[in-house]
């Protein structure tokens, strides 16, 4: 006999977010149009939720709503959040563990998601640690960029084991075939940098996708799109993250100044409208909505806390796609082969 598949595609928690429950249920109604099969755990306070969730006909129809009575606050530390049982986000997340759902998505607390996923989903054996993930702008199309502050520290055999779980996640999320890898170093030479990232390098190069690691690269290729996956240590990434949010918003802070700076810049303005509205749409943040923390027993996607709608949607799509491309078995064939493949790379002491 065939065996039983999870009941739910996704367990979403209705309470997490800045504007939890009104902009998840919005972002669920969007969801369903765009995934008319998928089936949707909503976990939440029915008091809150039940009757929000009923003038939205199409996330009503795709959605089956469970009680959770308590919610996890935005400020609250992970240890705290841990001996919460009937929060929101736990009981979704139980659910993964239970087999009833293939992944969730949050809103929520972050530190809290990433705690609770890794106790109660757990680590797959073959992964030493989990990263976390996220698509971002370049000028080749969107590139992922991981780990993005899940291990601050990480040795060798943690960035081989990125790099393959970033290569499953091109393909399944971004439908590349061949995407390309690069180590994130402070100059791109083969002797520049750590004897960590050189250890990386000569194991990737090794590897059976060795003929996709293009080596080394430096900050300025993560939005050249110099390779479509960036892998580097959680410290550095969550500093490229942060970096990058602040560019972005710098160019438009500068844009609406010189706009309004002036008539004739008034009136610039006006004949520049259209393609500045398709850079705004090219870069709206909430079009790349959706870290990932791969590398666990299940799907888990932690959304913005402050998106709306649209982000929440966008998130939902991407834990969708990696629920229906297989994404965990992907890494778990790539460490096969990775395996397979030449020495495994030991874990340094710490």
């Known amino acids: 006999m065939a065996q039983q598949g999870p009941a739910f595609s996704l367990a979403i928690d209705a309470m997490g977010g800045d504007a939890a429950p009104e902009a998840v249920l919005d972002g669920l109604e969007l969801a369903a149009e765009r995934h008319p099969d998928a089936r949707f755990l909503l976990v939440g306070d029915e008091a809150l939720v039940a009757g929000a969730l009923a003038r939205r006909k199409r996330a009503a129809r795709a959605c089956s709503l469970r009680h959770a009575p308590d919610r996890i606050s935005g400020d609250m530390k992970p240890t ?8 929101s986000m736990r009981v979704a997340i139980d659910a993964v563990a239970a087999g009833e759902a293939a992944g969730v998505v949050s809103a929520g607390n972050t530190g809290a998601l990433m705690a609770l996923a890794k106790i109660v989903i757990k680590t797959m054996p073959e992964i030493d640690r989990p990263a976390l993930a996220a698509i971002g702008p370049s000028a080749r199309g969107d590139v992922v960029l991981l780990d993005l502050g899940a291990n601050v520290q990480c040795d060798a055999r943690n960035l081989v084991e990125f790099a ?13 075939t061949n995407p390309t890898i690069g180590l994130l170093n402070v100059g791109s030479e083969e002797l520049k940098g750590d004897d960590r990232v050189r250890h990386a390098a000569e194991t990737l190069r090794d590897s059976h996708i060795g003929q996709n690691f293009r080596g080394f690269v430096e900050g300025h290729d993560i939005t050249a799109g110099t390779t479509d996956v960036i892998v580097t240590d959680g410290f550095t990434g969550n500093v490229a993250l942060k970096t990058g949010e602040g560019a972005l918003k710098l160019m438009r802070d500068l844009l609406r100044q010189v706009f309004t700076s002036s008539v004739p810049a008034r009136m610039g303005y006006l004949l520049a409208r259209p393609a500045l509205d398709r850079l705004r749409e090219w870069m709206d943040p909430r079009r790349y909505n959706g870290a990932i923390l791969i590398g666990l027993n299940g799907v888990v996607v932690k959304s913005h806390g402050g998106t709306d709608a649209l982000g929440f949607a966008h998130a ?13 078995e992907r890494i778990r064939e790539g460490l096969t082969r990775l395996s397979t493949s030449g020495p495994r790379v030991p874990a340094e002491p710490r």
């Open 80 to 87: 705290a959040a841990l001996r919460i049982r009937g929060s």
């Open 316 to 328: 939902v799509d991407v834990a969708m796609d990696m629920v229906t491309h297989g994404f965990n």
């Open 164 to 176: 393959v779980m970033g290569d499953a996640f091109a393909r399944a999320v971004l439908g590349l």
